[in-house]
């Protein structure tokens, strides 16, 4: 059974970079470790300002070392014989592909870009508690673009209605905008435990440089035949 610790650890998690350095996708902790396992990928470690590269071998010897010294921030798996930290960025050895020009549109990225702040009342609630609203209505012939779609609470979603907002006496409180970056990423950037991804997204190796190409946040595994088998 997974303690408390390695449970939460799990649902952290991992910033890949293809073979050419340039920050691709984020996948779970497993996704991440199969990876490692399947010799499909490196661990990039930022190591006062130098990155190390390391193998799962290396990470787990690594790790050992550095058991009695934890961070705060830092994410620990256990497993029978071994604790191995939860690498931050990973390296592919095998893939060149550049990552995609286009922030994923989903509920999740509209509610990240809200900032989970209903749009027509204000107020902050849970995913749970929100639902996504056309501000133009598709019965009018509205699209379910960035630009016309918004996150919303339940009770200001039932009073609009089919309706727009004008029509049902409600005002925006912000512009829906499409986002030049994920939401998502930016929110995880907030957090103290993935600052070592700001080199990757906001450094020389930036996700957005020259070409505006944006990382994808979807759940699948990448789109290459290695990584399928891994």
Not at 162 to 187: N, V
Request: glycine share 6%.
């Amino acid at each position: 059974m997974a303690t408390a610790g390695t449970s939460e650890a799990l649902r952290a998690s991992v910033l890949v970079l293809n073979r050419l350095y340039v920050a691709v996708h984020v996948v779970g902790v497993r996704r991440a470790f199969g990876l490692l396992l399947g010799e499909l990928a490196e661990v990039i470690h930022d190591e006062e300002g130098a990155f190390a590269n390391y193998t799962f071998d290396a990470w787990r010897e690594w790790s050992e070392i550095r058991a009695d010294a934890k961070s705060p921030h830092d994410d620990w798996i256990r497993a029978v014989n071994f604790e191995i930290q939860v690498p931050r960025v990973l390296r592919l050895l095998r893939y060149d592909r550049m990552p995609r020009r286009a922030v994923r549109l989903s509920r999740h990225a509209i509610l990240a870009r809200d900032g989970n702040r209903c749009q027509y009342c204000g107020r902050r609630f849970p995913d749970a508690q929100l639902s996504l609203d056309h501000v133009i209505p598709r019965s009018l012939g509205g699209m379910s673009t960035w630009e016309n779609m918004v996150c919303a609470c339940l009770k200001c979603n039932v009073r609009k209605g089919g309706r727009t907002p004008r029509e049902a006496r409600m005002k925006l409180i912000g512009k829906p905008f499409r986002p030049k970056r994920s939401p998502l990423m930016l929110m995880k950037l907030h957090n103290p435990k993935y600052q070592s991804w700001r080199i990757w997204i906001e450094g020389p190796h930036r996700m957005d440089a020259q070409d505006d190409a944006n990382v994808s946040l979807a759940s699948s595994a990448l789109d290459d035949e290695s990584l399928r088998s891994a």
